[in-house]
């Protein structure tokens, strides 16, 4: 320690040496008068008895007595938790013998070991795939393109901020199908769903433990929960089938607990790294100006590719925008590049260069040309 330290700091804790410390700690306290002597005891209270600096205060004033206040809040709820947990295991009862029903045991609380049985035969309707289980759960997934944004804001050279968002794509399993109509980019994107399923778990009506009978809350949470093996019939793929929507659809087994529904029958794609990314949105490029009157064609006005370099988010109605999402989704299956953003964008622009005159008059009312 050198000569111009501040204070010292003792974190006083479950060391093993902490009896040698704690005799030690008045010598310190003697040997440094003008330094201010931190003791931290976080954790005396699992020290044991009398193991503690705090009689110490009352003859040095350069003792300051502290405890580390997350380490003191979360220890504390241990000690708390541990002496509700004593607590429980005194009022609890072991039920031993669970094969015959014991009045004696009525109205307390009770704890026993021993088997759940039921002899309910669990059937997943969809399926047909039948088990003998106190729980049956169905699980569905969809294989689909996935959207994310990343923006990031850069200063322009005269002044002000522009903000660039790059769009990525990944194709991944999801628990629920996502609609590519909303993307930014669609075309390469499309999602689309043969059929859809719901998630379901069946439960047996009857479980025993022993003689007593399970209630309906506690049967889900009977753990130990185990993977099906199927042993689907081709009538009973058949079935499946029919709920299936569109041509040249596959269905078939791809594993021992796996149904698979898809184009082919490779079956479902393995550690597959499917993934795009857009270009940064680009500025609008202006369309050529022309006077009033003078109309082009409507696919080259509106139907061309429009890269916007500079965003901002704007809100329209949801019927509005659902026309838009469809008319894209038909320009995008014909072999145009364009998204939502973009068309709106175009839009928005032609109406203004088309009624330039009428704007400016509005707005050069109190404040000059707008455009």
């Not at 002597?37 to 005396?44: G, I, Q, R």
């Not at 093996?229 to 040249?248: C, F, K, P, S």
């Not at 050529?288 to 082009?296: D, N, S």
Request: aromatic residues 8%.
């Amino acid at each position: 320690m050198t000569k111009d330290a501040y204070g010292i700091l003792l974190l006083f804790r479950l060391h093993p040496l902490r009896n040698r410390v704690a005799g030690n700690i008045e010598r310190i306290l003697r040997g440094n008068p003008d330094k201010l002597v931190m003791v931290d005891e976080a954790y005396v209270d699992f020290a044991g008895d009398g193991v503690t600096a705090l009689p110490l205060l009352e003859d040095y004033d350069n003792l300051l007595i502290i405890g580390t206040v997350l380490l003191f809040w979360n220890e504390g709820r241990a000690v708390k938790m541990s002496d509700t947990i004593g607590e429980v295991r005194g009022a609890v009862t072991e039920l031993a013998d669970i094969s015959r029903l014991d009045p004696a045991f009525d109205g307390k609380l009770v704890y026993a070991t021993g088997p759940a049985e039921t002899g309910d035969m669990l059937i997943d309707a969809l399926t047909g795939v039948s088990v003998n289980a106190v729980t049956l759960a169905r699980s569905v997934e969809y294989y689909q393109w996935e959207e994310t944004s990343r923006s990031e804001k850069r200063k322009l050279a005269g002044g002000g901020e522009e903000t660039v968002t790059t769009y990525s794509y990944e194709r991944k399993w999801v628990d629920e199908p996502i609609d590519s109509s909303r993307f930014e980019n669609i075309s390469g994107h499309e999602n689309s769903t043969a059929a859809r399923f719901e998630d379901e778990t069946l439960t047996a009506p009857q479980v025993s433990f022993g003689a007593y009978e399970i209630p309906d809350f506690m049967k889900r949470s009977i753990g130990r929960d185990e993977t099906v093996t199927l042993d689907v019939t081709q009538e009973q793929l058949d079935a499946l089938g029919a709920q299936i929507e569109g041509e040249a659809q596959y269905i078939g087994q791809s594993t021992s607990s796996t149904i698979y529904i898809g184009q082919s029958a490779s079956g479902p794609p393995q550690e597959m790294d499917e993934r795009t990314e857009s270009e940064p949105q680009q500025e609008a490029k202006e369309p050529p100006k022309r006077r009033r009157g003078q109309t082009a064609g409507y696919r080259e006005t509106f139907l061309r590719r429009n890269e916007m370099k500079t965003r901002q988010c704007v809100y329209i109605s949801y019927d509005v925008h659902a026309k838009i999402a469809k008319l894209v989704r038909a320009l995008v299956s014909a072999g145009n590049e364009i998204s939502v953003g973009g068309y709106i964008d175009t839009v928005l622009n032609e109406h203004m260069q088309s009624n330039r005159d009428e704007i400016n008059e509005v707005y050069r009312q109190g404040q000059g040309d707008l455009l």
